[in-house]
């Protein structure tokens, strides 16, 4: 076990499932959904530091954030996780925490997500509910307009391990964030700077000349809205 694997599977990891048992035993309505989910529930490709708990226009959102917040500050002795309270940031549909455990830190967004929301969700007894892959599918296309180099890596993942139509999925995206556009996300593929793929905390080692030929033929699917040709 390299430094970079024993600080995820000995350290941050046990974090998160530490926090995630929390909002499960609370019997909160969140689910796990974004890299994190990909990474440590479906795939184990690379290393995912933050969580993503969302769930979608609940009217409740304001009373689950104060008990999420209050359970952490009154377990901190019990669990050790200590919320970091100058970082707190906080909205009508977010809330962002940062945690600590020794010196170990942990950064969660919890989102009361738009309503559109895509096929149904898995239940883990660790991780309790699990967002599925067409949905976080949709999701990480949405964001592509941020160009972080994990989405597309995401996609790619999700691409050769889920059966899908391209055109149904982009019509989904588009249910999301309106500005999607076929034409951009092809591009936005074709023109992928693969010298940042070092950026990525890879779990499994990857062939580069696999990845700029998947990443052709998803710009080709996607420009063509058919089936997913990698699967």
Do not use: C
């Not at 669990?79 to 809330?95: A, C, N, P, Q, W």
């Not at 309503?115 to 599918?137: C, M, P, Q, T, W």
């Amino acid at each position: 076990m390299n430094s970079l694997e024993k600080f995820y599977k000995e350290k941050l990891y046990p974090l998160q499932d530490g926090v995630m048992k929390i909002v499960k035993d609370l019997n909160l309505p969140f689910y796990l959904t974004g890299g994190t989910a990909l990474s440590r529930f479906y795939f184990n490709h690379r290393f995912s530091d933050d969580l993503d708990l969302f769930v979608n226009r609940d009217i409740n959102f304001h009373t689950y954030q104060k008990n999420i917040v209050e359970t952490l500050q009154s377990t901190q002795l019990d669990t050790g996780i200590k919320v970091i309270t100058d970082r707190i940031v906080t909205s009508e549909d977010f809330l962002q925490l940062y945690l600590s455990k020794g010196d170990i830190e942990l950064k969660v967004d919890f989102v009361n997500d738009i309503s559109s929301h895509f096929g149904e969700f898995l239940i883990d007894a660790v991780y309790g509910k699990i967002d599925n892959l067409r949905n976080i599918l949709s999701n990480k296309i949405s964001a592509l307009y941020r160009f972080e180099i994990k989405d597309f890596v995401d996609i790619r993942t999700i691409a050769k391990n889920y059966k899908f139509n391209w055109q149904e999925i982009i019509n989904e995206a588009k249910q999301k964030e309106a500005s999607i556009d076929p034409l951009e996300i092809y591009n936005l593929f074709l023109s992928f700077p693969f010298e940042n793929l070092t950026m990525i905390k890879w779990i499994k080692e990857i062939n580069l000349d696999e990845m700029q030929n998947d990443f052709l033929k998803i710009s080709d699917d996607i420009l063509v809205g058919g089936e997913n040709s990698l699967y």
